[in-house]
């Protein structure tokens, strides 16, 4: 019924969406779940907004009762970046409303950090057990029941207050404050007169919701907290400012609970960097070495020396103008660019030294030996580039990962 009434409805209206590459759909008892997935480079604002629009149009279409369609957008920046794990040996109902009131805060108050979402352990409720014979007795309903609680337990508005030149807005408070305001709100009336209250049919418990996954920390029971950060946020900076804190918090809570991190995205960000920097960095040493073995050199061996960071010092101001950062891709582009520029300075040099050593001076050696095989290397270099450069120009998402690397 809800694949034929919901779900199809809905999947023909907003099949019609420019740019969709595919959609799929869950039906299950009472819920409707749809995704959109779009080709990469679609503007997601006009597409969410177009399905918006026809949402509107298929909604009176809908059975009654069915809730308003929501829709949410999914962003791999919404993933939490750190899933943190909290072991203690408290009471999880306790520890959860510790976290909540005292350590949830401090980690959103971290600067990038968008929120942190504490779940798991046990959530608070108020149960009401009724005795199913006495309510049939007195001819109470579970409808009539549960209406005599919703209506006593809401703040309602008492109107304005005028005195002099004040004016005092006042309210009624409604709210249960105790267990006992609960079980003495009255139900109903009996044959006699008397009346009759919540505790004489039904018995009202401080618990908590029925537990469906357990969580656990180092081997004791635990609860989790997922830390999201803000779009556009550095995720490093974040994780060690999140890092940080814990250290903080851990310390002055240690009695309590400890904080420990399941997963940090940082890692694997600063693992996949420093690998690739360190290879760029022992690939320009060998490099090096090999260049003194075979030219016994060391005059020349010191020019590639020199020349290799200080390309890569200029092509840093390229990266920061083209508004880069120091990721994967471009320490990657840059490992290659030290291979080229390794590579053309060893054939280069090798003439310069060979037509030296057969008897020309320096000077007229190194400009006669560069001279001659100068034509080589740019067509040497310029075949490389026209095998990158393309990447520059290409669309979706091989665009998007190998822009920064050409």
Known sequence: EVEELITRPIERSVSAVTGI????????EGVSSITIEFTWGTNLEEAVSDIRDRLDRVVKSLPDGVDRPTLRRF????????RLGVGTDMDLLEAKKLLEDQVQYRLERIPGVASATVSGGKTREIQVLLDMNKAKLLNISLDELIAKLEAANVTTPAGNLKES????????PGTFASLDEIRDLAITRAPDGSLIYLKDIAEVADTYETLTRH????????IFIAIYKQFGANTV?????????????NTEMSRQFRITPLMNSAEYIQKAIKNVSDTALYGGLLAVLVLFFFLC???????IAVSIPLSVIATF???YFCGYTLNVMTLGGLALGIGMLVDNSIVVLENITRLHDDGLDRQNAAIQGANEVGAAILASTLATVAVILPLLFARGLAGVMFRQLA
């Open 21 to 28: 590459e595919k959609i799929s759909s869950v039906s299950a």
């Open 215 to 222: 969580v656990r920390v180092n081997g004791k029971p635990g």
């Open 297 to 303: 050199n060391l005059r020349s061996t010191l020019i």
């Open 317 to 319: 101001v390229l990266i």
């Open 237 to 249: 900076s974040v994780a060690e400012g999140v890092m940080s804190e814990l250290d903080k918090i």
């Open 75 to 82: 962003d791999s920046a919404a993933m939490p970046i750190m």
């Open 165 to 172: 030149r004040f004016e005092i807005r006042l309210r009624t």
